[in-house]
């Protein structure tokens, strides 16, 4: 009889040990999630930035067209163009990345 009350109690520890483990490792991954979150946004803001910046850019560089070369304004526009696209694929990773968090 003693063994099986040994062997119940050796049972409990190691399953409330399990139970106490993964409620932890449940606030860890919890923490982690919000921590990727808040840097998700944090990166979402700059990419929001840096397209108000371009655009913000461009429409200057539009009103004073006549003190560039067309061919520096060409430039100009696929630098911007280039950065754009860049931006776009960056945020829909970022967006990509947000929904499997």
Same mark, same amino acid.
Do not use: H, P
């Given at each position: 009889?003693?063994?099986?009350?040994? #062997?119940?109690? %050796?049972? /409990?520890?190691?399953?409330?040990? /399990? *139970?106490?483990?993964? &409620? !932890?490792?449940?606030? +860890? @991954?919890?923490?982690?999630?919000? +921590? @990727?979150?808040?840097?998700?946004? &944090? =990166? !979402? =803001?700059? *990419?929001?930035? *840096?397209? $108000?910046?371009?655009?913000? #850019?461009?429409?200057?560089?539009?009103?004073?067209? #006549?003190?560039?070369?067309?061919? +520096?304004?060409?430039? $100009?526009?696929? %630098? %911007?163009?280039? @950065?754009?696209? !860049?931006?776009? +694929?960056? =945020?829909?990773?970022?967006?990509?990345?947000?929904?499997? %968090?």
């Amino acid at each position: 009889a003693l063994i099986f009350w040994f #062997g119940l109690l %050796v049972y /409990t520890c190691k399953r409330q040990t /399990t *139970v106490m483990r993964r &409620r !932890q490792l449940s606030a +860890e @991954i919890k923490s982690m999630q919000f +921590e @990727i979150r808040r840097t998700l946004k &944090r =990166e !979402q =803001e700059a *990419v929001d930035l *840096v397209k $108000l910046l371009l655009r913000s #850019g461009m429409a200057n560089i539009d009103l004073d067209a #006549g003190n560039f070369s067309k061919l +520096e304004l060409e430039d $100009l526009r696929s %630098v %911007v163009d280039t @950065i754009t696209c !860049q931006l776009t +694929e960056l =945020e829909r990773r970022l967006d990509s990345f947000d929904r499997q %968090v």
